[in-house]
């Protein structure tokens, strides 16, 4: 490889993303240097294995990335109002279109659920950490690595360009010979392999980690959803490990399985792709389900309505989701049995989906419900969501898909499900366990503000692709001819930037309060149900000085009806696990070594794999027992 | 809270800790992923078994010897290696270490036979993975778990001078006892690999 | 708040009413011109009535739970009831849906079949090619070939043969059907009819890469005698396919022209992108060496 192809040249977009890097990361190293804060970011941040603190780097670095997604977004819907200004060429609108899918489900939604499942789930619990807090800051470095690399290829070697899918042919090293394809491949593969181990640590934490007392029918509603989705990690993202690795022994040492000749078959890429793919997307709205289930209880004062139909549709989803993947692909042309086993097993996805918003309403119904902005949100994801859920059966009918198939149509409504269910959710959840994070709450009428632009924007960006969809709009075109389809286009591009402009709202609103919103510290500032609500805002790092006896669903709004405190009892001292740098490090060095593979690097990938194998040694031979907690700190923390 | 043994515990000391106990629970969790990721290495076996692209078919290609010997070291392995464990319930330390270097030392030769078969594939019949997709799944699905192995061993070479280190406690029991739900699984996994890959290739 | 979102409400449910009754002219799924895409078009509308039931009920009942139940100055006191569930209505709101589906489900898997169904007489057969990036119409029975532009006879079923020398692409004409996937090495089928002669767009729906975005072409059906003549003339004027013309048009690139060759190309060209798969094939995997 030379060195100028090396560097992405020849774009100015390109040039001032590598200025912006290097500005960028100067700034950063500077602002450190100068405030002396190196250390402080060292043993507060990079080494802590402290849930609620991964939890905020997960959602800082899920808003970085839904900006630079966004962006990418942005650029789209710019040259498709007017292709005829060629704002973009093809291969670049084509490396938009592909990191813009793959950086929004992988890079930013995942991690926005893994960050509010870290800074929810072990609270509801009355847990002090989660099950393995090494392991929890593993997969969050893993993930980070995985996502910088990702990002790294635009300005070395080159954005993947064969969309978030990555279809084989196309994406084999024939019709896509530059390694944006291998960033692809690696920086899924790492941060895939952080979110199994993340879906292991939950699903040890929730079934060994909660208070005594705490049965699985008194459970909240967001653990719940959160261990159905770690089961569903934990048997979906294997297949996606298996995919990715098959491709890149396809792409990097000329096997046999995704290729055209030599007997391959490009259709088993498809298969596995979706296997994995189908249960991903549940995998990021189950908790979005469990946060608007937490939200819709508390902010209209009522019990959440059927809390074993919630659970049981829940898992019902989970199941009905390993078995629908073909329904991607009913344009093969497997066979009527083929596509009308996965019609109608897809249209089943509707009936426990349909329990849950019945459930939502009856819980709202004769409550009192108060128009907070964690509220909004949620209320906006009902009718939001029902139009992306039915346009979803529309889809799939098999014949009728024949005809939505890759068009806008389908673009339109998977946005409507993915924002209008997952984005709305956690941007609801940020909202909500903002104050118990930090001790105050984010600016309600900035956050109003910052919501509606944010809404309305996203239907008049995405209702007009429904109908460029049946207009016969395909997605991916970087550019089209007919004439009919510039005016809703137009109107898609307007509601874009209206959602940046929530978008920025929204960063605004989270920098404005951090510094001038006063610090109330209230315990529970919603008038809130779960366990979170009855340890001090912040929350101190131990989470509970004492583990509370759970007696029934919603303790502290009951405690509170009868005046009995949740959290009692004499202090005593109680065991924390110690920060340790190995999983950062750990993190660099799958940074380095995918890095090598990327580019077929064998001297920079072999030491740094051998770095990661004394990396895991050193874990293995590390006796830290951790350290205790005194009463007398407890004391002077909580002011008692 | 979680590293110490709970007063008047009378169990198999590795589930003495909640600690431990966890890590074991975790541990299945992981096999069971470990157990997707075969299940789509077999699928891609299977499917792709008959596309030999010109190359040589698993009848024609496949060593029965090497084979068994392989199979009847990984099997005795996984008997050592129980062995091993059955010692430490007795509270035997040495004997744990001792069954522990036994199953070690059948696993290598194991990986010796399993190399070697590979190597007689690629430099005599010049059978490599880029040769057909039957070829292709196979090296991947022996390799893999033969890359497991590897992993394997060197992960027990840690555990046995940890036992050595610092005889039974909470902690090496517990490690012992996870390496060995391992290296029992990356067994059955070679039952089917055996089953699906060789018997059905030799047969068929 | 709920006053801004009934504007909400109102602004989409135009969008909806548009839908059904506005300029469906343009919306070429909802303006088939075939019976392909008719049977699929009655499906679409079907389940459009149903989940439209569906988005009437939970919008309704969400504004007036909304409007009914929101907090107010004068109900800062109230109180709401502490209840858990009920298992009527749980019991209820899950049959409904199941009836909806049912009732989508059943028409669904009928269509499904439907269109497979052979046709009673043996229908004319069109060879398509899809190449990086152009469309190839081969006419195996009137020995003619085009590029970008496919001539049909209208009122007639045409059994369309879908292959690709490369990349895995869609053929998808909106107004006389859904589409199909072109599979390297693989060989798909798709029947289509136009009813009356008139042009259609057709476009690849599955991207490809580069040149994704031109490869558009154009169905055009005709009176049958006028496709005859067409037929015929074609054969006796049209320069003759090359091997090497059909590799150059074969080869990865842009092209947006529409071509005409008397002759047509010969089908192991595009097996031999396949030859090892082939090979497999053949020799059912026990091939000996």
Known sequence: MRWDEFFVTGDPMIYAADASIVLATIAI?????????????????????????????????????????????????IQLAAPEMKFLESEHYNQIFTTHGTIMILFMAMPFIFGMINVAMPLQIGARDVAYPWLNALSFWLFFAGAMLFNLSFVIGGSPDAGWTSYTPLASLEHSPGVGQNYYLWGLQLSGIGSLASGINFIVT???????????????????SVLITSVIIVYAFPILTVALALLTFDRMFGTHFFTVDGGGMPMMWVNLFWM?????????????????????????????????????????????????????????GAGPGVNSFFSVSTMLIAIPTGVKIFNWLATMYKGRISFTVPMLWTLAFIPNFVVGGVTGVMLAAAPADYQYHNSYFLISHFHYVLIGGVVFGMIAGLYYWWPKLFGFKLNERQGKHGFWWFMIGFNLTFFPQYILGLMGMPRRIYMYTNTDWSALNMASTIGTFMQGVGFLIICYNIYW?????????????????????????????????????????????????????????????????????VPVIMGGLFFVFGFGFVFGWFWMAIPAFIGILICMATRSFDYDDGYYVSVDEVKKIEGV | ???????????????????????????????????????CLFAMYIILQGSTAGGPTPKELFEFKSMLIQTLLLLTSSFTCGLAIHE??????????????????????????????FLLYVNHEGATWGTSAFLSSFFVLVGTHGAHVTLGSLWMIGIIIQVLQRGLTPRTTRKAFIIGLYWHFLDVMWVFIFTVVYLTGMVV | MTKKGLVKLGAILPFLLLLLTGCTEKIDVLDPKGPVAQEQYNLILWSFALVSLVLIVVFVLFTIILIRYRERPDNMDYEPPDTHGN???????????????????????????????KPEQEPMKIQVVAADWKWIFKYPEQGIETVNYVNIP????????????????????????????????????????????????????????????????????????DFDKWARETKATAPKLTDEKFQEIIKKGILEERLTFSGTHDDSVIETVHQYRKKTGESGGHEQH
Do not use: C
Not at chain 1, 306 to 321: C, E, K, P, T, Y
Not at chain 1, 516 to 535: K, V
Not at chain 2, 96 to 108: R, V
């Open chain 1, 29 to 77: 190293v500077a602002v450190l240097t100068y405030f002396k804060k190196w250390k402080w970011l060292w043993t507060e941040w990079l080494t802590t294995v402290d849930h609620k603190k991964i939890g905020i780097m997960y959602i800082l670095a899920a808003l970085l990335m839904m900006f630079r997604g966004g962006v990418d977004g942005l650029l789209m819907r």
């Open chain 1, 206 to 224: 929730i079934l060994r980690m909660r208070a005594p007392g705490m049965t699985l029918s008194k459970m909240p509603m967001f653990t719940w």
């Open chain 1, 276 to 332: 994995w793919g189908h249960p991903e997307v549940y995998i990021v709205i189950l908790p979005a389900f469990g946060i608007f289930s937490e939200i819709v209880s508390t902010f209209s004062r009522k019990r959440l309505f059927g809390h074993n139909a919630m659970v049981i549709s829940m898992i019902a989803i989970a199941g009905l989701s390993f078995i629908v993947w073909a329904h991607h692909f009913y344009t093969m």
């Open chain 1, 513 to 581: 309060s951090i510094r001038y919103a006063p610090r109330t510290n209230e315990a529970d500032p919603w008038n809130g149900r779960t366990l979170e609500w009855a340890i001090p805002s912040p929350a101190p790092y131990y989470n509970f000085s004492r583990i509370p006896e759970i007696k029934e669903m919603d303790p502290v709004w009951y405690a509170k009806k009868r005046g009995e405190k949740v959290i009692d009892g004499p202090l005593e001292k109680f065991h924390m696990p110690s920060n340790s740098g």
């Open chain 2, 1 to 39: 809270m979680a590293a110490h043994v709970d007063p008047g515990y009378k169990g198999p000391l590795e589930y003495s800790t909640e600690e431990s106990r966890m890590n074991i629970l975790g541990f299945w969790i992981f096999l069971g992923a470990e157990f997707v990721l075969f299940s």
């Open chain 2, 88 to 117: 430490m319930r007795r509270g035997k330390s040495k004997g744990l270490a001792i069954w522990l270097i036994i199953t070690l030392l059948l696993g290598l030769g194991f990986l010796y036979m399993e190399i070697e078969e």
């Open chain 3, 87 to 117: 298992t009527k209505l749980e019991i209820l709101w899950t049959l409904i849906p199941v009836i909806i589906v049912m009732a989508l489900a059943i028409p669904t898997v009928q269509i499904t079949y439907g269109l497979e169904k």
């Open chain 3, 154 to 225: 209208a009122g007639q079923k045409i059994n369309f043969q879908l292959d690709s020398t490369a990349n895995m692409n869609s053929f998808w004409v909106p107004k006389l059907g859904g589409q199909e996937y072109t599979m390297p090495g693989h060989t798909g089928y798709l029947m289509l009819q136009a009813d009356e002669p008139g042009e259609f767009d057709g476009k690849s729906a599955n991207f490809t890469g580069e040149g994704f975005a031109h490869m558009n072409f154009k169905v055009i059906a005709q009176k049958p005698e």
